[in-house]
Structures are given as C-alpha cells and as structure tokens.
C-alpha cells in the first residue's frame, strides 16, 4: 500500500508536478540558451591582476621606486572581459534563484488550473456516485464548451438514460408478467379448492374445474415459453443459418390445422418457394406460431385464415391475415408491446364482438425476433374486417436483376381485401 497522502495520488497533483516541471524545464533551456549564447559572444574571464610597484620621481627627473609598496594592475582589454564575467555570474545566480521562485509560483498555478480543468471530472464522480440501481434519473448535463469532457458528461447521460429505460422496461415486463401469471394461479387455487379438493364434488363440476384449470396452465406455459424465447433471442449465444422461410411457415400451419379446424376455420396457404432469410430457425418459428396462434384465437369463427410467404423488392415476408375484430388505428403501433390491451372494437351488427384483444407478450416477441434479424413487422388492420401481420426479412435469395430496397414495402403484399 501506498504511504503517500490521499491528496499526492491523485491526477490534479500530478497534472501540477507536470505542469511546473515542464514549465520549469522550457524555462531552464531558455535561459540556459541564452547564458551560453552571451557566454560564447563575449569570451567572459576573471581578473588576472599585475603587481606594480609604486615609483615617483625627484626634481631632476629620475624615477625612484617605493620600496615595499605595489599596486595591483591590469590590462584595459582583460578588465573588459572581467566586467562581462561577473556580469554573466550575476546572471547566473538571478537566473537560479527565479527559477526557484518560478518553481514555487507554478505550483500553485497548476494546482487551480488543474482544479479547474477536472472540475467536471469531479461533478461526473459526485453524479455517479449518486446513483443508484433504483433511480437513474440523475444527469450530469454539463455545460460550457463542447470538449472533450463535456462530451465525455453527454455520453455518461446517453448512457444512463439507456440504462433508465433499459431498467424501466425490465420492471415493466416482471410486475405485466407477475401480474399475467397471477391470474391464472390464482383460478387454479380457486377451483383446486373449490371443486377438485372435496371427493364429493359431482364428475361434471370436476371436469369443468379440470378443462378450467389446464387451459389456465396452457396460459402460464404459453407466457413462460414467450419469456424464455425473449430471452434466448436475447442471447448471442445462437448462430444463425439460413431458413427457408416456406418449410417452417408450412410446418406451423401443419400444427395449427387442427386448432383452426376446431374453430371451423379454413386454412388458405401460399407458400412461395425461394425466399431465404439468415437467421435462427427456431426463433422466426417461434415468431409465425405466435401470429397464427394469435389468429386463431382472435379470428371469427368459420372464417378465412391465410398464410402466405413471398418476397418482394429484395425483402422476403411472411403474412398471416385474419378476419377477426381489427385493430384499431390509434392501436396500431401500441399492440407490439408487452401486455399490451387494446379496448373493445366496435364492429359492425353482422360481426360478433371478441371483446377486448389481448397482446401479451406474443406480438412483442415477433417484433423482437423479426427486428433481431435485420427486418421488421407491419400490420394493416380495418375494424370488423381482420388484420394482416407481416414480418419483413432480408431476402437471402436475391438474383443479380433485383436489388434490395432501404426500407421494406409499406403496402400489403396480400392486395386488398375482396
């Protein structure tokens, strides 16, 4: 462990001693420079006096020397050098001591300058720590000049408002979850203890209580099937291969035949050969069981299903078109998301109301999977008509004579309805 104090680790103080010590070493290679510039231009040297001895003379003009008396004497040219030699040392010692001084007066300008340069790393840390699993709400929403740190802040923010909704969804989907699973149990416990729980109950309320409670199982397992489906989809664990759309639209409708027959319904396939999508087989399965599942539920009774798959400007789809209640305009972005309830269409006298259409988690995970795989989901819906789900997908059976549009078809590749 470090022995140094908390303040000495961290990055203002460092950013000071680089600071001064960058500031100091420009300042000594200048002056350096400059010492030595002046030093090799005038050829400084020290003093080197003369002893001269001190004569005077008499009356008739003789010199006579002063015995035991000298003076020190020098050359005008070595007293030239002298002078810009001590002028030089003068320079020298100022030169030390203020850079010294300079030292001392850097580190206290790199201390606020660096202060205010991390200022916003500061508000960045105090913001974060701040937050908490339960409220991401806070923002850091730096102001000032838009650099580097500035967005730094707006990318933490991008960042939380993701993990906001990322955590508001998460919650959402566990109370609609809880809540679609605690109805069910909760007609389970009702007729377990009602009905199957005392021996004397008649065999017809027994079986009604019996047909009751699997089709409450069948609720919970179909919901418990979406959610690992979401979550698998989720994953990317899986590889992804290529689907010939055609084979697993036709092995659902196999399975669905008899579910459709039961409501008198009849099964219209047109299933074009070619169309190719990449992607996980089990998944776009998962996808077209729930629009046909969601079809027959919803589709009156004795009426037309179609399912069809085909390919168009370079996007494969596949459609399955009901006639059921419709859905309703306002209702038609709204009905993809998890749990979502529409409310109860209006149709027409000669069509019987279904009442209220339920989405649970079904078309959402269509949504997912369909948008998972680089296309999307449309719908085309008229109130006491039926609706018509279409996943769009990137066509992997393309030919050097078509290419793919941006963006999928926006029309209804079943035509109108007659």
């Known amino acids: 462990m470090s022995k140094l104090p908390s303040w000495a680790q961290t990055i203002r103080f460092r950013l000071t001693l680089t600071y001064s010590a960058v500031l100091i070493a420009l300042s000594a290679l200048m002056l350096g420079g400059v010492y030595f510039a002046l030093k090799a231009y005038l050829d400084p040297k020290p003093l080197s006096p003369i002893v001269v001895n001190k004569y005077y003379k008499d009356s008739s003009g003789t010199v006579h020397i002063k015995p035991g008396k000298t003076i020190e004497a020098a050359e005008i040219s070595t007293i030239q050098s002298a002078v810009n030699f001590q002028t030089l040392e003068i320079l020298r010692t100022y030169s030390v001591a203020g850079m010294g001084a300079l030292f001392v007066v850097s580190l206290g300008t790199g201390w606020w300058l660096s202060g205010r340069a991390l200022r916003p790393v500061r508000q960045i840390t105090a913001t974060a720590q701040e937050i908490s699993a339960t409220d991401l709400s806070r923002r850091i929403a730096l102001d000032g000049p838009r650099d580097e740190l500035r967005n730094l802040g707006d990318t933490v923010d991008d960042m939380?408002?993701?993990?906001?909704?990322?955590?508001?969804?998460?919650?959402?989907?566990?109370?609609?979850?809880?809540?679609?699973?605690?109805?069910?149990?909760?007609?389970?416990?009702?007729?377990?203890?009602?009905?199957?729980?005392?021996?004397?109950?008649?065999?017809?309320?027994?079986?009604?209580?019996?047909?009751?409670?699997?089709?409450?199982?069948?609720?919970?397992?179909?919901?418990?099937?979406?959610?690992?489906?979401?979550?698998?989809?989720?994953?990317?664990?899986f590889v992804d291969a290529d689907v010939d759309l055609a084979a697993i639209t036709g092995e659902a409708a196999e399975e669905y035949q008899l579910i459709a027959a039961d409501r008198e319904l009849h099964v219209v396939r047109r299933l074009s050969p070619g169309p190719i999508a990449a992607g996980d087989a089990s998944a776009l399965r998962r996808a077209v069981d729930n629009l046909l599942s969601n079809a027959v539920r919803l589709a009156r009774g004795g009426s037309q299903l179609v399912l069809a798959v085909g390919s168009q400007s370079g996007w494969a789809w596949i459609a399955v078109r009901d006639e059921g209640p419709g859905i309703a305009a306002d209702d038609a972005d709204r009905v993809f998301d998890r749990f979502f309830r529409a409310g109860r269409p209006q149709p027409p006298a000669t069509v019987p109301s279904t009442g209220q259409r339920r989405a649970g988690l079904g078309l959402a995970?269509?949504?997912?999977?369909?948008?998972?795989?680089?296309?999307?989901?449309?719908?085309?819906?008229?109130?006491?008509?039926?609706?018509?789900?279409?996943?769009?997908?990137?066509?992997?059976?393309?030919?050097?004579?078509?290419?793919?549009?941006?963006?999928?078809?926006t029309e209804d590749p079943l035509g109108p309805r007659r």
Not at 216 to 231: G, P, Y
Not at 376 to 400: C, K, M, Q, Y
């Open 365 to 409: 995970i269509v949504r997912q999977i369909a948008e998972s795989h680089g296309g999307t989901v449309a719908l085309h819906s008229e109130l006491g008509i039926g609706s018509t789900f279409i996943i769009w997908l990137p066509d992997r059976a393309l030919n050097d004579n078509i290419r793919r549009t941006p963006t999928p078809p």
């Open 160 to 237: 939380l408002e993701r993990l906001e909704s990322a955590f508001v969804a998460q919650r959402q989907l566990v109370d609609d979850a809880s809540h679609e699973l605690r109805n069910p149990l909760a007609v389970i416990q009702a007729n377990v203890d009602a009905v199957l729980a005392h021996d004397d109950t008649p065999s017809e309320d027994r079986a009604q209580a019996t047909a009751i409670v699997t089709r409450a199982i069948q609720r919970m397992t179909r919901l418990v099937e979406d959610l690992l489906a979401s979550a698998r989809r989720s994953s990317p664990a």
